[in-house]
């Protein structure tokens, strides 16, 4: 399977804190997005990092990726209630495979008020 | 706009019955996708289509077959439905199919087979 990972699991911080959140994955890549999943929906995008990019910002989300490592990671600051959610790494293989995403396992987050 | 909608929300089934799951999407987007979401698996890529009378194999297409009459619909149809199809089935769209492009997401249907 080409699925990435994230680590952790489960993570539980309290409002306030910064949540952090890593993505592992096994092919190369033109890049690497990530999306949200609030409890019963479908998966929203945030944000996208081209493979040539170290690091990206987008409000309180800041991204990383390490192409020699094949990870990524995701840092919420300032964490909220509101962002109760799980959190997807996707990637899509070099090899003319765009068309077929493939989703991280998921983190499951939780910001205690 | 409505995005993308799927129907029904919910289902139960037996083993052994059929049922077509309905995707559609307002965003005159080509691509459309659909896959299944178990605990601890992620997502994972059952059919995709790249334009209307398209379809192609995902990941996970066993069991499945669907159909992309018109542009805007994507039907996931369920056979013979078995146990093990029991899962959370989103559908998704794009407006291209590189990389690149983000996916959107419709609100999933939770399908029981009992």
């Known amino acids: 399977s080409q699925q990435g990972e994230e680590d952790p699991q489960a993570l539980s911080i309290q409002e306030g804190e910064n949540a952090t959140m890593n993505c592992s994955y096994k092919?190369?890549?033109?890049?690497l997005q990530w999306y949200r999943q609030n409890s019963g929906r479908g998966l929203v995008h945030l944000i996208l990092i081209r493979s040539n990019e170290r690091e990206k910002h987008s409000g309180r989300l800041r991204v990383t990726l390490d192409t020699s490592k094949k990870s990524s990671s995701l840092l919420i600051t300032a964490s909220r209630a509101a962002d109760t959610a799980s959190y997807f790494c996707a990637t899509a293989a070099l090899d003319g495979g765009g068309n077929q995403f493939y989703f991280g396992t998921g983190t499951s987050l939780t910001v205690i008020p | 706009n409505a995005g993308v909608t799927q129907t029904p929300k919910f289902r139960v089934l037996k083993t052994g019955q059929s049922m077509t799951l309905l995707c559609a999407q307002d965003?005159?987007?080509?691509?459309m996708y659909w896959y299944r979401q178990d605990p601890g698996m992620g997502l994972r890529l059952i059919h995709y289509s790249v334009g209307e009378g398209t379809t192609a194999k995902g990941e996970v297409p066993d069991g499945y077959n669907v159909s992309r009459l018109k542009k805007q619909n994507f039907l996931l149809g369920l056979e013979s439905a078995a146990p093990s199809q029991t899962s959370v089935y989103f559908c998704a769209s794009s407006s291209g199919g590189s990389s690149y492009n983000e996916q959107f997401f419709g609100p999933g249907t939770r399908l029981t087979v009992l």
């Open positions: 092919t190369s890549i033109n890049n």
């Open positions: 965003m005159n987007h080509e691509y």
